[in-house]
């Protein structure tokens, strides 16, 4: 089997006082191994909701979250990227990345603590701030230490939602390709919520394209071109327009 996850008819709604919000209805959905799919959607159609419940942030009320093996999300292993890096401001860079292994591998020696955090710290090019705390690192940095951190429990889909979206242009390209490295490197499987149809289409091989709430699954778009990709070639751009008019018709 090469699926690492299946949603199988995801429904999720949301109560307060005498109001009902029905965030997602009945979403279906197979990612499969090195995949770096994208959902997207209008704003507040519940794409943040999918991945809360796949990482057992939020409890479904109805349908599965199902591994590789077919059985329930409790034996999946993921990790989340935030978009807010939520690094602990305390705690150094190695520190950070070192956090959630000691909770992982709480037995291991701090030889191999040690050694796991270096092998991270120079995958995300962090080698030389490995003793910096988080208030001396830019917003791309920071971002590349909660990616670190995330891998360090070596997850079998890493879950992002919205991870660049409070980056400039330039930085959010940087680690848009630092992404595709990481992925060819340790075939790494990405579930990336993005509003952004460039960074999509720049990223993906296959983008999931949620309707307004109730969210149900609209289409699912293969992106077949060749990587590097070249956003300023004709087809890329029909692709993106085509990308943006299905999102913004939120039908």
């Not at 299946?6 to 429904?11: A, M, Y």
């Not at 891998?151 to 992404?179: C, G, K």
Request: hydrophobic share 40%.
């Amino acid at each position: 089997m090469n699926e690492v996850l299946v949603l199988d008819s995801l429904s999720k709604q949301f109560i307060e006082g005498d109001s009902v919000c029905r965030a997602i209805d009945s979403v279906s959905l197979t990612i499969r191994k090195k995949e770096i799919v994208c959902l997207m959607g209008p704003s507040g159609c519940g794409k943040s909701t999918v991945l809360r419940i796949i990482s057992r942030l939020e409890n479904a009320d109805s349908g599965q979250v199902l591994g590789s093996d077919g059985l329930y999300s409790e034996r999946l292993r993921s990790a989340m990227v935030f978009q807010d890096h939520g690094l602990f401001p305390w705690l150094s860079v190695r520190e950070n990345i070192s956090y959630g292994l000691n909770m992982k591998v709480r037995f291991s020696s701090k030889e191999q603590v040690n050694k796991k955090v270096s092998e991270l710290l120079t995958l995300v090019r962090m080698e030389e701030f490995a003793n910096s705390l988080p208030h001396h690192l830019s917003g791309g940095m920071k971002q590349r230490v909660a990616v670190a951190r995330a891998l360090a429990v070596e997850p079998e889909i890493l879950l992002m939602d919205e991870p660049f979206s409070a980056l400039d242009t330039f930085t959010r390209r940087e680690l848009q390709d630092e992404v595709l490295r990481i992925r060819n490197q340790l075939n790494t499987t990405f579930f990336i919520v993005t509003h952004n149809p460039e960074e999509a289409v720049y990223l993906a091989d296959r983008i999931v394209i949620l309707t307004q709430r109730p969210a149900v699954v609209r289409k699912e778009i293969p992106v077949t071109f060749e990587f590097p990709r070249n956003m300023a070639d004709p087809s890329v751009i029909a692709l993106v327009q085509d990308v943006t008019r299905l999102v913004a018709s939120g039908q």
